[in-house]
């Protein structure tokens, strides 16, 4: 772990995931694979994000085992324990209390405006926030049922906001997908700032140039997500390499032939995102040396170039998987961490918003 004056120099980055199954390619490239190159010049924090992930059904032995596939992929991704903070989100108290104190500031329009709750809304059935009468009972398996829009869904980029601003972070890397989340943190940052005097740093996003929004392979014009029911659509960083050609050789291409990124090319932009991302190389070089190739050869060489890079990753992690009590533990030293810090913020917000000191019986 960073010494606590090194701390103190360095910008701190905040950033986090949610355990709701293996990481996807996006996660990776829009995501993870970044944060590794921070390391050295910031004081990173890294949360694995379990209160998030009970927003939608859940099963509660699947979700423990997500939480240690998690932090043993964080880790075979390149986040060094010995220069990072790793934790789960509810191992730190305080995550919970700020989000509702930035509830009470926050306009339940501007939740409902939100695209990613709107999504989450349309995915599951509904037109709007109507809800059935059924109670959120578990099924015999211990999945709970989505019987009706829950009201985490609604108030998750509250929490969000919560997380990011408990520790004063100064940059949140994230993909394209969570720039509208980030910004209602920022919103919020400066509401409370402005409602309660001066409290928290309004924390920038990072959104890298290449990668930041990688599309599903079956349907190029949809993110490509954890939770996607079709199984070529998504490529998950532990995929074996006879997956990853297979997923790869059905990814869904465009009409014609030309290896082109047009507005109309979704799924052949969608493979050029992802080689760019890979090899370092910009759109239209790439276009350039496909010229005149067919869509076959962009889709083995793109396959090469995916099992190259994950091989280490996926080795990695087979290894630490393994060795629980050692996963625990950079938990255990993360939480401890990120708890310090949050104690001081959550004090510094009690007293502002005018909460009475807690008296120590002695
Ligand atoms: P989550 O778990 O969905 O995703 C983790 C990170 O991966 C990025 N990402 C993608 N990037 C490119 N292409 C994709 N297809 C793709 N899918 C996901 C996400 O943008 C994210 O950076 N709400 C967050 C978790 C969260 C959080 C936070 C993030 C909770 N609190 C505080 C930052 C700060 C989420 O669901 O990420």
């Given at each position: 772990m960073p010494a606590n004056d090194e701390q103190n120099t360095k910008p701190v980055i905040l950033t986090c995931a949610q355990p709701t199954g293996k990481l996807t390619l996006g996660n990776y490239l829009g995501a993870v694979r970044n944060w590794s190159e921070m390391l050295e010049q910031n004081d990173c924090y890294f949360g694995i994000v379990d209160l998030h992930a009970i927003t939608t059904p859940s099963h509660p032995a699947t979700l423990r085992q997500n939480v240690y596939d998690c932090v043993a992929q964080y880790i075979a991704c390149g986040l060094d324990p010995k220069k990072c903070h790793q934790f789960v989100q509810?191992?730190?108290?305080g995550h919970t209390e700020l989000a509702w104190i930035l509830t009470c500031i926050t306009p339940i329009g501007e939740l409902q405006r939100m695209t990613q709750f709107k999504d989450k809304v349309a995915k599951l059935g509904f037109k709007s926030t109507e809800s059935t009468d059924e109670d959120l009972k578990f099924t015999h398996d211990g999945a709970r049922p989505q019987a009706s829009i829950n009201a985490g869904l609604l108030c998750y980029p509250v929490l969000m906001a919560a997380d990011i601003l408990l520790y004063n972070a100064d940059l949140v890397p994230v993909g394209e997908d969570q720039r509208q989340h980030l910004e209602l943190c920022r919103d919020l940052a400066q509401r409370f700032n402005h409602q309660y005097s001066e409290t928290f740093s309004i924390p920038k996003g990072f959104v890298p140039k290449t990668g930041a929004k990688i599309m599903s392979?079956?349907?190029?014009?949809r993110k490509m997500s954890k939770?996607?029911?079709?199984?070529?659509?998504t490529l998950y960083i532990l995929d074996e390499p006879n997956q990853i050609k297979k997923k790869i050789s059905a990814a869904v291409t465009d009409s014609g032939s030309e290896i082109k990124a047009g507005p109309d090319k979704h799924g052949i932009a969608n493979l050029l995102s992802i080689h760019s991302s890979l090899s370092g190389q910009s759109t239209d070089e790439l276009e350039e040396y496909f010229q005149g190739k067919g869509y076959g050869v962009l889709k083995s060489e793109l396959t090469e170039l995916i099992s190259e890079n994950l091989h280490p990753v996926r080795d990695k992690y087979k290894e630490l998987i393994k060795e629980k009590a050692y996963l625990k533990n950079v938990l255990a030293q993360g939480a401890s961490t990120a708890q310090k810090r949050a104690n001081k913020i959550l004090s510094k917000v009690y007293r502002k918003v005018g909460f009475p000191d807690r008296e120590r019986i002695t």
């Amino acid at each position: 772990m960073p010494a606590n004056d090194e701390q103190n120099t360095k910008p701190v980055i905040l950033t986090c995931a949610q355990p709701t199954g293996k990481l996807t390619l996006g996660n990776y490239l829009g995501a993870v694979r970044n944060w590794s190159e921070m390391l050295e010049q910031n004081d990173c924090y890294f949360g694995i994000v379990d209160l998030h992930a009970i927003t939608t059904p859940s099963h509660p032995a699947t979700l423990r085992q997500n939480v240690y596939d998690c932090v043993a992929q964080y880790i075979a991704c390149g986040l060094d324990p010995k220069k990072c903070h790793q934790f789960v989100q509810s191992h730190v108290i305080g995550h919970t209390e700020l989000a509702w104190i930035l509830t009470c500031i926050t306009p339940i329009g501007e939740l409902q405006r939100m695209t990613q709750f709107k999504d989450k809304v349309a995915k599951l059935g509904f037109k709007s926030t109507e809800s059935t009468d059924e109670d959120l009972k578990f099924t015999h398996d211990g999945a709970r049922p989505q019987a009706s829009i829950n009201a985490g869904l609604l108030c998750y980029p509250v929490l969000m906001a919560a997380d990011i601003l408990l520790y004063n972070a100064d940059l949140v890397p994230v993909g394209e997908d969570q720039r509208q989340h980030l910004e209602l943190c920022r919103d919020l940052a400066q509401r409370f700032n402005h409602q309660y005097s001066e409290t928290f740093s309004i924390p920038k996003g990072f959104v890298p140039k290449t990668g930041a929004k990688i599309m599903s392979l079956a349907d190029p014009r949809r993110k490509m997500s954890k939770s996607d029911k079709n199984e070529r659509a998504t490529l998950y960083i532990l995929d074996e390499p006879n997956q990853i050609k297979k997923k790869i050789s059905a990814a869904v291409t465009d009409s014609g032939s030309e290896i082109k990124a047009g507005p109309d090319k979704h799924g052949i932009a969608n493979l050029l995102s992802i080689h760019s991302s890979l090899s370092g190389q910009s759109t239209d070089e790439l276009e350039e040396y496909f010229q005149g190739k067919g869509y076959g050869v962009l889709k083995s060489e793109l396959t090469e170039l995916i099992s190259e890079n994950l091989h280490p990753v996926r080795d990695k992690y087979k290894e630490l998987i393994k060795e629980k009590a050692y996963l625990k533990n950079v938990l255990a030293q993360g939480a401890s961490t990120a708890q310090k810090r949050a104690n001081k913020i959550l004090s510094k917000v009690y007293r502002k918003v005018g909460f009475p000191d807690r008296e120590r019986i002695t």
